[in-house]
């Protein structure tokens, strides 16, 4: 199943922009907290980034209204970034490449192949979605070789948007 994300709005390729949206992502006002809304408009997932429970590192969450937990993603480092085992100084900023995450109850790897290109891996390491950017066209193109909420998919988006975030200040 392919769709196109195009000014926060899930579609699909079919119908670009044709009818309405199977999902939506919305930003707050402030902060990084968006808000994914279902085809009726009504809140269907809040995704936020916390401090993960250890106190070492941030965590991804995709929470449902009721507040319970319906993905979690945690940042990893690319290899030979890792400030623990490579001892880097404060002043380096390691470079973030993947997220681990589980969704729907699977253990999958969120990776960025670059800046704009990112697959979800099973753990087996089979493509199960490919989020693409669209270049001059604009917007997101999303390739799913396995069924998932368009819900879920804005999630993955503002995810990948997430992981992308951690290495802004990498570039000069």
Sequence with gaps: MEFVIKGGCLYPTAQPEGGPPLARIKNTLCGGERHILGPGGALALRAVIQ?????????YLLLRPDGTPAAIARPGYAPGEDPASQGWPVSHLPRTDHADL???GEACVLEMLNSQNYE??????SCLVQVLHRGLLGGWDLRCKVHLPPEALCGLLVFCLYLDRENEFLTV
């Design 102 to 104: 589980v969704l729907q």
């Design 120 to 125: 979800l891996r099973s753990a087996a390491g």
């Design 51 to 59: 401090a993960d429970p250890s106190g070492q590192a941030r965590q």
